[in-house]
């Protein structure tokens, strides 16, 4: 089969590459325009033009510059391209990606996939046809998926007999629907792809014309990245542990990262200093690097990081909730439902999440934003204003501030589903504590004992294991059981009852103080999990709900591993979706030990003292 | 460079979010040009180390030099190699001369059955590159295939911002391409910038001809060519208008659609 290769007039070094996407409505002309491309940029195999010519007159057809791209058999069947295909040419020292995305409304999916991987499109409308609804879809998610350099093409000129006064009126309406998005193209031109008129040459048909030709267009698109240029954004995306060295992976998607930098990882407010920049086959080795950068560094300590994470300058943190406001386009071949659970992936933290409200469904025909609608369900090939809610809090950014860590897939089942961009954070009940958390955690001041040592020392990871459910149903005989069990082995554990705060430290406190004994206790609790403990305790003095305590508790002691077991003497359903529930008068002895082995398989608890617990080092 | 780095950096995040998805992965390498470009971008990825099993489905008919080659380097870069082979079709006689399609199948395409279902991979690391043919133009990173091997081309997961399909139901897998953006002259450009070792086939040694791509014996054809350095061969490429794949039989009329449809490389 045949591949495309520059001749050699292009025949220069290559200074850089650029992804260009090429989108329209079907029959627009897309397939003709790059088939436009390749042969005046002299790009196509020996005798390819020929070959197509041939079969179209043994077929009986007009050849046609659309043919040359259209290779698979079943495209010719339908006469469409079904998927994301990419080619390749160089010009004018630069190699284009070229993605053609198909213009079909039930292939939406890939134009979407080609879309998200451009650094720049070209977007085709009709002259005869004018502004379509595909053509103001195709633009609403152009804007959404970030591609900010557009070039917008008036194709088929030579079927309106080149008149000025119909492209003014298509480039003014599409430039009018497109400031709406807030996405400005940077050439509208007239051409016609079939006659080669501003493709590569200058229309003598349209000398009105002032602009540059579709590929001059594309030779002053920009492929620098301005990402560099904003504060650091590095999301974790692996832990590795081959020979001596502990490696931090991933790709750097904005600012910069050197050698000597104070890093702070959230969401789990861990900070340490960049000791290397490891690198295989690069000597001297690196000691900076920037966005678009897969990079590997280790640490001057060894902190429980893990994948997800995202590594700022402290100067700049990403936000963190539980809950943010986002608008989403649906691929999926079920529809969204509000309520149900999915699998948010942003950049590489992946947590459980629902859809918390569909505010409305995005019209892209008139964008229009004063309709009030209840809907509980997004269909395929919808975009809507919805709100999500995690299960974990995640650190991420506003789309418009950063654009990596500012959008997120979502996963229904096995598959990518959904897409989305991050338009504000919602503040959900933690967040004056987790703000708390945040800032006490900077200013930690610690030793030289590290928690890894702690861990190692006693054999388990510091961790609290709290015990939920109604009362009087032994669950502080429960956890003087479980305390005394794992004393004896030799480990550091201590059962802190929230009474024993109520005459002391809470003593200034009334009834209704309910969050402040919260935020105490969780306070606490936080202090002694750096002395490297393990915690037990019970619940029942918070006058306040399971699920608000078990939040607000886990929120303060984040990142440290937290274990819900629930008791009650009824088959009821726990409040809180525990690790572990039990029901009715109990043997104690086994339910101590149900507990014991919910640690060790956690990784909380190591086999025996000694032994690293296996999350520390399980790289 | 710059966009060999830009490359480089891509399959490089490929490379890793593969390590991190799948537990049992595997890497085709079949010590052409391109599969050992994959494998020094694992290096790349992994700081030296190669934390996976290179699989190699030997159809018996390879050029002798490259099983020299493959062992060489294993032994140098302490690789873990494993060797997979249809035996039976081998023991049953199968050879080009019953049909270059047929043998494929059955050799590579089967051979590679075989040994998916011998060790169970769930993640298959393969070196196709989009510019190579038509249908590869249109794969993506991670690609699914489903119990039978077949590929979908009709339906595939939508691939945003380097959020790739990692969660696939049981019996399936996924074929997993980190040179997909690469063309055949950034390869070699690469091979330079980095010093990699490769085959001397691919050089024309003293009697004008060179390989261009390399597979078995019986199917593989050199081009006329004086190139015998890297550079020379860039040159070459630069200026060629000929295709690629232009000296593999199998390739002819609509060969490579039917043969990857069903499973193959």
Redesign the interface.
Known sequence: ????????AA?VD????MNIVIVGSVDHGKSTLLGRLYADTGT???GKIEKIQAICKQQGKEFEYAFLFD????EQQQGVT???????FQWAGR?Y?IIDAPGHKEFL??M??GA??AEAALLLIDALEGVKDQSKRHGLLLSMLGVKQVTVVVNKMDLVDYSRETFALIEKEYRAFLSQLDVTPQFVIPASAKRGDNIAAPSPHMAWHDGPTVLESLAQFSSESEQAEQPLRFPL??V?K??A?R?L?G?IASGRLKVGDQVIFSPSNKSAVVQTL????VDPPPTQAQA???V?ITLDEQIFVE?GEIVSHERSLPLVSTTFRANLFW?GRRPLEMGKSYLV?LATHEVECRVAAIHRIVDADNLSLDQQQTNTVVKRNEVADVTIQAKAPLAFDLYTDFE?TG?F?L?DD????G?GIITEMVADREETLRTEARQRDFAWVTGDVTLADRAKHYGHRAALVLLIGPDTTGKTFLAKKVESTLVAEGRHVYMLDPENLRRGLDADLQEEDARETIRRYGEVARLLIDTGVLLISTTNSFNLPADQVVEAIRTLVHPAPVLTVYMSKETTASPVEADLAFTGPEDFTSTAHAILTALKEKGILAETIGNQPVFQFSI | M??L??????S??IF??A??HFDNLGMLWSMGKDSTVLLWLA???????V?FPLLHVDTSYKIPSMIEYRDRLAREWRLNLVVGQNKQALAEGMNHERGRVECCTALKTNGLKLLLEEKGYTGIILGVR??????R??E?YFSPRDKNNDWD??D????????F?T???PNTHIRIHPL??W??INIWEYIKL?NIPFMDLYLNRGDGTRYRSLGCAPCTFPIKSTASTVDEII?E?????????AGRAQ?EG?G??LLRKDGYM
């Open positions: 089969m045949d591949t495309c290769k520059t001749d050699t025949a290559i200074r850089d590459r196509l195999p020996e290779a698979f058999l079943e079904i998927d994301t295909a990419r080619t390749f190699q990606i999916k890939n979407i996939s998200a991987r995306q692996d590795y081959f020979d060295r490696i992976t790709r490891e690198a295989f086959n678009g950068q897969s590997g994948r691929l992936r990596t959008r897939v996963v096995y598959d990518v589903s897409g | 710059r966009h780095r830009q490359l480089e950096d891509q490089v995040y890793r979010e390590y991190k290096r790349k990825a992994f700081f030296g180390h934390p989009a510019d190579e043919e038509s249908t133009a249109k993506r081309f009709r595939q997961p939508p691939e945003l911002w380097d959020q399909k969660s696939f139901p997909l953006d063309t055949e980095e040159e490429l630069r200026a060629t208008k000929v295709a690629e794949r390739d609509r490579m659609e």
